[in-house]
């Protein structure tokens, strides 16, 4: 399976500020996806990231928030902007090969804190 | 409904005792199906698959998946306290997407 680097591990931010979270993989890679994953919950995706188009957003999830970017098959960055408390959460990139019954692996994940 | 649901638990079972871990899903379109583990501050990691009915077994771990009835289940034989974690049952979409839906996850505890 794919090797997925995925940073920061964790920060803690300002509220009003954003951050930029890199996910890089050590190989050529169909799908790519952000999820998240609030504290004691589940995970929820965000958006597909689509390699040079925009990202395919879930409901209740937009690009102004969310802005993803894909500019190569083994590359891509999700920003979450103006953040609040709110948005303290693991944030996950998840990828896989093909379909979707291969499974999907997914990164360390990083962790937010927004305060 | 949820879309994948899942006993939050914990669920505690003896050192050496059989876990049984259940999933139901409401999309009857869904063909993919998924256990994940997830260690306490670690990501999902990805223990089975399983696409038609039946059992399908990998070592210690067994899939069943029943589509009519719209159940998944993990078992595990031999537990051992190295397997108390949160397990995610995992359904991709019934309409063609690639996209996996979650279910909330049971936390498993195995006492020595």
């Known amino acids: 399976s794919a090797v997925i680097s995925q940073k920061p591990s964790r920060d803690i931010c300002q509220r009003g500020t954003s951050l930029t979270i890199q996910c890089q993989v050590d190989?050529?890679?169909?799908?790519m996806f952000w999820y998240r994953q609030q504290p004691g919950q589940s995970l929820t995706l965000i958006a597909t990231?689509?390699?040079?188009?925009?990202?395919?957003?879930e409901s209740g999830f937009v690009i102004d928030k969310f802005p993803i970017s894909r500019p190569n098959l083994t590359f891509s960055t999700l920003t979450v902007s103006n953040m609040s408390p709110e948005d303290s959460s693991i944030y996950l990139c998840?990828?896989?090969?093909?379909?979707?019954?291969?499974?999907?692996?997914f990164g360390s994940g990083t962790r937010l804190t927004v305060v | 409904q949820k879309e994948v649901e899942q006993n939050s638990g914990p669920l505690s079972v003896p050192e050496g005792a059989i876990a049984s871990l259940n999933c139901t899903y409401s999309?009857?379109?869904?063909?993919?199906f998924f256990w994940y583990r997830q260690y306490s501050g670690k990501s999902p990691e990805l223990i089975m698959s399983?696409?038609?009915?039946g059992d399908k077994e990998d070592g210690r771990f067994t899939a069943q998946l029943n589509k009519a009835s719209q159940y998944v289940s993990l078992l595990i034989r031999d537990s051992q306290p190295s397997d108390s974690a949160t397990y995610l049952c995992?359904?991709?979409?019934?309409?063609?997407?690639?996209?996996?839906?979650f279910g909330s996850g049971t936390r498993l505890l195995v006492r020595p």
């Open positions: 990231a689509n390699q040079g188009s925009e990202a395919t957003y």
């Open positions: 190989s050529q890679v169909t799908m």
């Open positions: 995992a359904v991709n979409r019934g309409d063609s997407s690639y996209k996996l839906i």
């Open positions: 999309d009857r379109g869904s063909q993919s």
């Open positions: 998840s990828v896989g090969r093909g379909q979707s019954s291969n499974g999907y692996t």
């Open positions: 399983i696409y038609s009915n």
